[in-house]
């Protein structure tokens, strides 16, 4: 009996969520959750965001994190808000808020660990996040085609070489890790689910140069190592589908979206690898842009097809970090007029197991085909919004 109080003791001490709400006082919790992100978020705003080392860390540059509420608290479902001063949308000098977001998201994480439904509220001064961003209806768009009917799933490849106008190179947008670089790493999972989905008579197109040869593009590099942006202007489609944002670094994330708009996709399934020092599979979706429900449904697909092949197929304690959402903290789920999620795949610099899987083929493999099972279920149910 002792043991057990003392194991119990232990995980009382180790996962404050995990507890039932006759043990410890919801108010305690909650603050004890808030007490973690806010120390997390500080320390964020203590550094540049990566790719933005040429600036000050935010908290120089005046950024200020207002408050940070836990709103919801439960063993299924955390519903953060952060508040963060005017600043943060101008630290950027070009007013990309993009990459500051993704550290405070990333430093939050630890705290937060695995829940199945964490869902985000961004708030500048009180105002929400997704009030002061550009909206896709600005923009081409047509209504989302089933894949039924032809409509096509566009795999997006997360990032690859751009045009970096204030250092003015060419170069990657996410550093090698462990032997491991997001850009072409992405891209070797997202070409795998396009031979799966072809092979499976899905219309699938990939939105980054598809072919793994030395055609060389804008950067003198091979094509398919480049980000979206440039293939699609390859492709001829418009320039305000391509040319969009206030540098390449964003334009590459907004052509993803208004490509899938304005070739009226069946939906974008965006591959990306995960930075934080965690461990497992998350899948996000845009909480706010008017596609949540069917975003939803398909990032509960996503995320529990990978989770459970990687489980069955690779290794049996995978972690399942579940689903995240947001009020427009990403440009590739926020702009796209259809269901869209990002699969957050594995932790590039966890070594083992994320970091290993990353390096193994069969792992690719594996992911690729879960995910096309995953559209398989979502397409056969039907498409409404
Ligand atoms: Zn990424």
Known sequence: MAAVLGAAMVLLMADPRAQDGTVVDATALKARIEGALKARIEGALAAAPRN??????????????????????????????????????????????????????????????????????????????????????????????????????????????????????????????RGIVEDLVNWDIARYLQDELIAANINAQLARYPERDANAGPSGNARWQEGAKYFMQMLGAPEEIWNYGVDDYARDINARPFYANWIDAAAVIAIHNNGGEETGTETWYDATNGYQGESGRLAEIVNRHVVSAIRERYNANWVDRGLRTCDGCKGENRLASRPAVIVEIAYMDTAMPDNDALHDEAFKRLVAQALHSAIQEWGASGLTR
């Open 52 to 177: 933005l080392e040429r600036l000050l860390a935010p908290r120089q540059a005046g950024v200020r994190v207002n408050d940070v509420r836990v709103l919801e608290s439960s063993p299924a479902a955390l519903r953060v808000s952060i508040d963060l001063s005017q600043r943060a949308l101008t630290y950027e000098p070009s007013g990309n808020v993009e990459p500051l977001l993704d550290a405070i998201i990333q430093a939050s994480a630890s705290a937060i660990g695995p829940t199945p439904i964490v869902d985000y509220r961004f708030t500048i001064d009180g105002l929400p996040l997704d009030q002061l961003l550009p909206r896709a209806s600005a923009q081409t768009s047509r209504p989302a085609r089933s894949p039924a009917d032809g409509g096509v799933i566009l795999v997006s490849p997360g990032h690859g070489l751009y045009w970096d106008e204030a250092l003015g190179t060419w170069h990657l947008q996410r550093p090698r890790v």
